[in-house]
């Protein structure tokens, strides 16, 4: 199917109104660009492996909505455009210009696998699910792993430094808590290394689809795995049933969320567990670090991949 895509060129004071005005005339699905900062609570809610680059706020949005390129919208973009008209009387809406552009719903779905190759993390492989093996000599370890629409494909340097701290700490049997699981890579992993049941927690509903793909993809969709979608920061039915008494909890999340997160995610651990966190840009490690020395954790290790780190800690 093709869709046209048309772009409003508007201000970040305006955004909300046209998207409330689209929504309205009928119009889902808007997206937003823009260069204002993200406030708390969006920090919170981005559990991902890569920190978002905004640049300086300049007041220009960018509002754009799909829709099918075979049917006639002109009714419509003529109700969307006397829309923005009235909004100039009472509102700074830019220039308020509509650009339009072509394109397949595939290219959402699949362009990007063009860029997105198997590769080597130590001794293992990952590969995609369009992709076979090219290594007949491997031996080690495979894992396939596609990340669909959630985060996580353990290329990023964050996803490294988990995988290996999993990779050293798992025991055989041991439970573990993945906060923030996205593609479930790193469950997927702790099974592989041994551990014998694993909860997830993440705010996306994408990552039900995720995970369930990743672990069927290689052979563990009868595990014991759990995935719990919520906050586990400050949703007490989250709390609850996460439960508690985790060998280890590993989160690989921004520091801004890693560190309020702390005081629930101890809580799940069980005595002498490790807490394993990354997702550290450099200039934040110090405070991380000293976060979970207040919370009471002995710092076991501190590791470093380009300008991340992540941070090993154990339950006394």
Known sequence: MRYNRYTIETTTVAEDIIISMLDDLGVEGAQIEDRVPLTEDELAGMFVDIMPQQGEDDGKAYVSFYLDADEDHEELLKDIRAELDDMKSYLNVGSCTISQTVTEDEDFLNNWKKYFHQFYIDDILFIPSWE????????GMIIHIDPGTAFGTGMHETTQLCIRALRKYVTKG????DVGTGS???????????????????????AEAATSDNLAANGLADKDFRLIIGNLIDDKKVQEEVGTGYDIVVANILAEVLIPLLPEGIKCLGSGG???MSGIIDDKEEAVVAACREQGLEVVEVN?????????CRKL
């Open 174 to 177: 041991c439970s573990v808590l």
């Open 274 to 276: 490790y807490y394993i």
């Open 184 to 206: 479930g890579v790193l469950a997927v992993l702790s099974y592989k290394f041994g551990a014998g049941s694993i909860t997830g927690t993440d705010l996306d509903t994408c």
């Open 304 to 312: 470093r991949q380009g300008e991340w780190s992540g941070v090993v």
């Open 132 to 139: 076979k093996v090219e290594e007949p000599d491997h031996t």
